[in-house]
């Protein structure tokens, strides 16, 4: 395919925000400059960093590692267009003051530019200034700058002086983080090599922000507190007049103190650290400083930390913790622990293990209230960090809540339905508890895309992992009703198996009097007539039917009863024809990565293990096709979208299926560039998407999503690799954050919803819906417990409670499925078609593996186990499995 520029890709999700974002661009460039870039620039350096600033306002111009000088963190490519006032740079200030009784006023050296005045320096210190020049007369404090090398890093220190006669309170301080994320008008090639994204721990002084390219490659940059910089807060730069689009995220701030926002603008949302201001005495000066290293790759960022002595923080499994998990917490520090304080009180117990193993505190942490909670460490220095908790129920539990929720309160059975939309679980509204059944997106209450079919997918895949009779019921009837001859052409002609993009549309003409509700606004390129939403040439819409198909067809075959409206070839046909139908009715989109594409590989298998050789082979080719395309590219995972982190899941699998190994780490490395591991539950294994809420979402703006469907289905290939590299402990890190993150935001009712809001305004799930059942996909068919032995922090388990034996390792399953274990010291997989596991033991001294399999129930008879390491077992083999009938009691397997 042509490399297209990001600006000139147009198509039907993005074409309305990149307009409006050139329109920007556009005013911006006209409006008069004001850095004054005539007048120069000053050539700094460290041992690590080579640094420009303009010499009238001592900002930063670009900064570049030593090691690769012709790449820029920061967007030094755009100077010359935000060059004006009020568009913020590398070494801003924004604060907000008041004295005493006061109210509280903003002052921003961005906001009225003008040359600063230039101290003398000496030592250590690069450059100096005081900025009084750019900033209101009134301000009632000096402030001064200064570039300062320390150990081959750069320090930017500002110092404030109260010079008013008055004591002065500071309410908010913020330091503007400017870093290169601007991907507009750049192809995926350019943006790869020459953009970042960045991430926040927001953990006060053990905080920190990394900044990473979007390759995953070279070195990482690491913003790191140094002085009375806890990192408090997180602020969009909303008033930065750079146009936020699908290209553009937006500006954030570093935030040492905030009560001035808690009081106003935030205060309806609990904050991730609570809010403190500064008072300064008259004359008194104090001192705030950020200290920039380079990490030479994304998995030594943890070993990065410690060398620069902050704190360091390991969570098992992560930190969203079920409440029947106990969960270890390993912290690392040059200073031991004095306290430890929990926020709510009584929402965590935790315990300390042992003082010192490996240099690490080791505690165990047991969830105790549902809900966010705040773990504060206070160390012996003074030093406080807070570790942002998320206790669910247990994984067991918040599944069942799942299922049982969207199959009641989302269970669309209106009678006459003029959209033949019933039945079927239908996009829901949390806040007004209502069924969505009209938006002026049409696709919303459409029951297609993905914010229309999340609703019925997530149903639908529930039933993989926790399949309930009662509601599978209901599903037959959505399959034949409504899927099947609905969502899905049936009938014998060109357009059989294909997906249509919407069954709601925006017609008035065609539909009786009274059809649309005049509350809505459908006077937008959003509201399809019923020829564009009878289209079937989204590709991104069939995955989602694919695996409807495949996840009945694994019901009606290895259980019994639970599946009675088809057979099982009826559904694994229906799942293969629907797979090769979007690569002939849908080839323009199927030539990126598809969300859920997954499922492909899965229908694949399954067409081999049934012995359909010819469907196999014709399936399999059709996706070579793809993945040949893709190994063209040197960035293969593009969209629809001008950036994307959802193609990168199919692109990975099938790269790695055909072998290539090339283009899947090429995926794998930008996946971990956006998708961290820190100690904080929104953004460990969060996958960067900040556009979605504009398209499945109630509260629409672009933003950071915390846990959108991205977290869930990147942790698919991330845990692939990570099987086939056991000792990558980074890789099981990242990949469990994203797959327990992908379920951290159902409630405790059992609504999931699109994502949850980042900005500190809200910090709050959105109430819709949206195409929260795509991410839901990624948990189902990928959740597991895993078995590892970690030199700096002994025997763990992901997805289960571990206990040590003498020389066993027994470990009590808790995922919702309990359906496969991986034990990473012998690299041996174990997979249940059906049965689950009560609990696996692993004897270190002989290697001996022992299952224990929970009792039959009236639907599932017999277990099929499946080991990827040439095992015999005395049981009859059955399509590659052994079939195992179980009892009324537990079966024990000595392997």
């Known amino acids: 395919m042509k490399r297209i520029k990001i600006l000139a890709l147009i198509i039907c999700c993005s074409v309305v925000s990149n307009l409006q974002a050139q329109e920007y661009w556009d005013k911006i460039k006209a409006k008069k400059s004001t850095l004054e870039i005539d007048k120069g620039f000053t050539t700094l350096s460290t041992k690590s960093f080579e640094i420009k600033l303009l010499k009238s306002s001592q900002t930063v111009a670009s900064l570049s590692p030593v090691s690769d000088k012709t790449f820029d963190f920061t967007p030094g490519d755009r100077l010359a267009i935000r060059d004006k006032d009020g568009l913020y740079q590398l070494g801003d200030i924004n604060l907000r003051i008041k004295a005493v009784d006061a109210s509280w006023k903003s002052y921003s050296t961005a906001a009225k530019r003008a040359a600063v005045t230039a101290l003398s320096v000496s030592g250590n210190t690069l450059a100096a200034a ?12 000096t402030i001064k700058r200064f570039y300062e090398e320390k150990e081959g890093n750069l320090v930017v220190r500002f110092e404030i002086t109260n010079k008013s006669n008055a004591a002065v309170e500071i309410g908010a301080l913020g330091v503007p983080m400017i870093f290169n994320n601007i991907l507009e008008g750049k192809t995926l090639d350019e943006t790869h090599l020459h953009n970042v994204f960045f991430d926040p721990y927001i953990g006060k002084d053990a905080g920190y922000l990394e900044v990473k390219r979007l390759s995953g490659h070279g070195p990482a940059l690491l913003v790191l507190p140094e002085m009375n910089m806890p990192f408090e807060a997180y602020r969009p ?7 936020r689009s699908i290209v553009f995220e937006g500006f954030h701030e570093w935030m040492p103190v905030s009560k001035a926002y808690a009081e106003q603008e935030w205060k309806k949302a609990e904050q991730w650290n609570s809010p403190t201001s500064v008072l300064l005495q008259v004359g008194e000066v104090k001192n705030f400083s950020l200290k920039l290293v380079l990490v030479n790759q994304i998995e030594n960022i943890q070993a990065g930390l410690i060398q620069n002595e902050r704190p360091a923080a390991v969570g098992v499994p992560g930190y969203v913790l079920p409440l029947d998990v106990n969960g270890q917490l390993f912290l690392k520090y040059k200073k031991a622990v004095k306290s430890l304080k929990i926020e709510p009180e009584g929402a965590l117990t935790i315990t300390q293990k042992s003082k010192d193993k490996n240099g690490y ?22 030093l406080e960090q807070t570790i942002n908790y998320k206790v669910i129920k247990s994984e067991t539990n918040t599944i069942a809540d799942f299922g049982h929720f969207l199959t009641t309160a989302q269970w669309f059975d209106q009678k006459n339905d003029p959209f033949h939309r019933n039945p079927s679980v239908i996009s829901y509204d949390y806040e007004t508890k209502k069924q969505v059944s009209q938006d002026s997106r049409v696709w919303i209450a459409g029951l297609s895309d993905e914010g229309g079919a999340g609703g019925w997918l997530g149903a639908v895949m529930k039933q993989l992992i926790d399949p309930n009779r009662e509601e599978i019921a209901k599903l037959e009837q959505f399959v034949d009703k409504t899927l099947w001859g609905g969502i899905q052409y049936n009938t014998a002609d060109t357009l059989k198996y294909g997906v249509k993009k919407s069954v709601f549309y925006y017609e008035p003409a065609l539909m009786p009097e009274g059809t649309y509700s005049k509350e809505v606004n459908y006077k937008t390129w959003a509201a399809w007539d019923k020829k564009g939403a009878d289209d079937p040439g989204r590709s991104y819409n069939y995955p989602h039917v694919a695996a409807a198909h495949w996840t009945m067809y694994r019901l009606a075959r290895y259980h019994d009863g639970l599946v009675t409206n088809h057979t099982w070839d009826w559904y694994l046909k229906n799942a293969y024809e629907t797979s090769i139908a979007m690569t002939t009715l849908a080839p323009y989109y199927a030539q990126f990565g598809q969300m859920e594409g997954t499922v492909f590989l899965l229908i694949l298998k399954d067409l081999k293990t049934e012995g359909y050789t010819e469907m196999a082979a014709n399936l399999e080719a059709k996706m070579k096709a793809r993945a040949d395309h893709w190994r063209t590219l040197n960035y293969p995972f593009g969209s629809e979208m001008p950036w994307d982190s959802t193609g990168q899941e199919e692109v990975y699998m099938w790269s790695d299926y055909f072998g290539y190994t090339d283009k899947a780490k090429v995926t794998l490395d930008a996946i971990l560039a956006y998708m961290p591991t820190m100690p904080h539950w929104a953004y460990n294994g969060n996958a960067r998407r900040y556009w979605d809420f504009l398209y499945g979402g109630k509260l629409s703006r672009v933003e950071r999503q915390i846990h959108h469907y991205g977290s869930a289905l990147n942790a698919i290939p991330v845990l692939e690799q990570y099987k086939k590299t056991p000792d990558d402990f980074h890789l099981l890190k990242v990949g469990y954050g994203g797959l327990l993150g992908g379920i951290s935001n159902i409630t405790q009712d059992g609504f999931g919803p699109a994502a949850f809001h980042s900005y500190p305004e809200t910090l709050q799930i959105d109430y819709l819906s949206g195409d929260y059942g795509s991410g839901f996909f990624g948990y189902a068919v990928n959740t597991a417990a895993f078995i590892t032995n970690e030199k700096e922090y002994g025997w763990l388990a992901f997805g289960g409670n571990l206990k040590e034996k003498g020389d066993e390792i027994e470990v009590e399953i808790t995922t919702a499925a309990k359906s496969k274990v ?8 174990l997979t249940l078609d059906a049965g689950t596991f009560k609990k696996v033991t692993y004897n270190t001294k002989t290697g001996a593996v022992t299952i224990t399999l929970n009792s039959k129930d009236n639907y599932t008879p017999n277990a099929y186990l499946r080991i990827d390491k040439d095992v015999k077992l005395s049981y009859e083999k059955v399509r590659g499995a052994y079939k195992i009938p179980l009892k009324n009691k537990p079966v024990q397997i000595k392997l």
């Open 130 to 141: 005081d900025l009084s020049n750019t900033l209101p007369a009134d301000i009632p404090v």
């Open 237 to 243: 730069l909303l008033d930065d007049e750079t146009p």
């Open 361 to 382: 505190f080791q505690y165990e942490v047991q969830g105790k209230k549902w809900g966010r909670a705040r773990l504060t460490v206070t160390y012996e220095d003074g």
């Open 822 to 829: 991986f034990i990473s010291p012998i690299k041996t997989g």
